[in-house]
């Protein structure tokens, strides 16, 4: 980027009107500068469509059960990172099935 084009964008941020229409233009097509009505509405579209999806997508967790590297590097100092016990793990694990029941899929 150029330094032209650099203080023509920060007019731009300033909500100052610059005189090079084919800059203005190109940022426009490119969906760089939008009517803040117009983003408000692809904004509450996007969302709605989400709120649509969402309870087709399928759920994802994924649980770290540690944090351990096998790297063994002698500067390291992150040596405190400890496997969870597994009584834990298990106990998230029958939160989920209760959580999900009925919902998760072979």
Do not use: P, W
Request: overall charge negative; glycine content about 2%; aromatic content about 14%.
């Amino acid at each position: 980027m150029s330094v032209a084009d650099a203080e023509k964008l920060e007019l731009i941020r300033k909500d100052e009107k610059i005189s090079d229409h084919e800059f203005t233009r190109e940022l426009t097509e490119k969906g760089y500068l939008i009517e803040e009505s117009e983003e408000s509405r692809l904004y509450r579209n996007r969302y709605l469509d989400f709120i649509d999806s969402r309870d087709k997508d399928e759920i994802q967790i994924f649980f770290v059960t540690n944090y351990s590297c096998n790297f063994a590097c002698t500067y390291c100092y992150q040596d405190q990172y400890n496997i969870l016990i597994r009584s834990l793990i298990m106990r998230l694990l029958m939160h989920f099935s209760v959580m999900f029941k009925g919902i998760c899929r072979a």
